[in-house]
């Protein structure tokens, strides 16, 4: 079994990131990913557009072109598979990380699973968790989450056309889906635990969806929390309260936000904060508790997952390369 300098888990922009700034300091880096390159922007609503400029998601010093102000999620996934051919980053895809250990050697073991179900074990002197979030949807725990008819992601409109749609969320992924199946013919009905939309929503939607709200055009229930999902409704109750009511419901989007993995990390050995979910770690170097095991990315933002991006969370590499190239003798 060959010994890598550093096994990197996750190929977003972050884990891409990583393996540029380690190869180009002379370290061994090779790159596993559950998904597809950037398998949480793919993920992406179809026609979203980034509330960026392109220059705030390049990594690699790279260009991102594009005829816009902003990019689009499309070239966004055409730039990052440019990226990776253009530094030649060696890359396994659809293979999940099931376990990190670290061995009395001080390297570690990472075994795999590819979707075939085939289990592989590679070596490193070092790992970087560079995994986000976007693939673990907080879920709510009512019966019926399950629901063939129940999603924790929003792609694009036109299957809901004059479908009734139960919407649960109140930040910019369920007030940006609201105001798309509306326009596309959705009967939209806006459910959201908080007294108001969330503070975070974007300047330019927050006044869209709170006109449509206000002329019924889409319904909202504020205040108010999910009970129980059925076939043909939901099931809501009044915060506070004990009555409940029925939504008429052909579907039903869960946009209730994402969350780290916190339980693979404390298996890897990594102590999570129980107030903030923010793994344990040095603030200038990115590695954990765990000697030789790092984390880069989103996964760093605990509970407060709105305060990395892109276009913070790409530095981090950068940092833990120099790291790791000055600790390995590369």
Request: proline letters at 5%; glycine letters at 8%.
């Amino acid at each position: 079994m060959s010994l890598r300098d550093v096994l990197i888990v996750g190929a977003g922009p972050a884990g891409l990131a990583t393996a540029i700034a380690a190869r180009q300091l002379g370290l061994d880096a090779l790159v596993i990913e559950k998904g597809t390159v950037t398998d949480a922007i793919y993920r992406f609503p179809t026609n979203m557009v980034f509330f960026t400029t392109p220059e705030l998601l390049e990594i690699g010093n790279l260009p991102l072109t594009t005829p816009y102000e902003k990019p689009t999620r499309m070239e966004a996934l055409r730039y990052y598979r440019k990226v990776v051919d253009t530094y030649r980053i060696p890359l396994v895809l659809h293979e999940e990380v099931t376990a990190v250990e670290a061995g009395v050697d001080g390297t570690f073991e990472v075994e795999t699973r590819s979707r075939r179900g085939e289990v592989r074990a590679r070596q490193g002197r070092a790992v970087v968790l560079a995994m986000g979030y976007y693939d673990r949807p907080n879920l709510l725990g009512v019966p019926g989450e399950d629901l063939p008819h129940v999603s924790h992601f929003y792609a694009e409109a036109h299957p809901y056309y004059r479908q009734r749609v139960v919407i649960v969320g109140g930040k910019n992924s369920a007030c940006e889906a609201a105001l798309e199946l509306h326009r596309a013919g959705a009967h939209v009905t806006l459910v959201h635990r908080g007294a108001t939309l969330s503070d975070s929503v974007k300047y330019w939607v927050r006044p869209d969806v709170e006109n449509r709200i206000k002329e019924g055009s889409i319904a909202a229930r504020f205040s108010t929390e999910v009970v129980e999902i059925r076939a043909t409704e939901v099931i809501v109750r009044e915060r506070g309260t004990e009555t409940t009511g029925a939504l008429a419901a052909d579907s039903v989007l869960l946009l209730t936000g994402y969350q780290a993995d916190a339980g693979f990390l404390r298996r890897t050995g990594v102590e999570i904060d129980p107030d903030t979910m923010v793994p344990c770690h040095n603030p200038d170097t990115y590695e954990t508790n765990v000697k030789n095991l790092f984390i880069a990315g989103a996964q760093l933002a605990g509970r407060r997952t709105g305060t990395i991006f892109i276009e913070n969370g790409r530095f981090h590499g950068e940092q833990v390369a120099r790291v790791l190239a000055a600790r390995l003798g590369a």
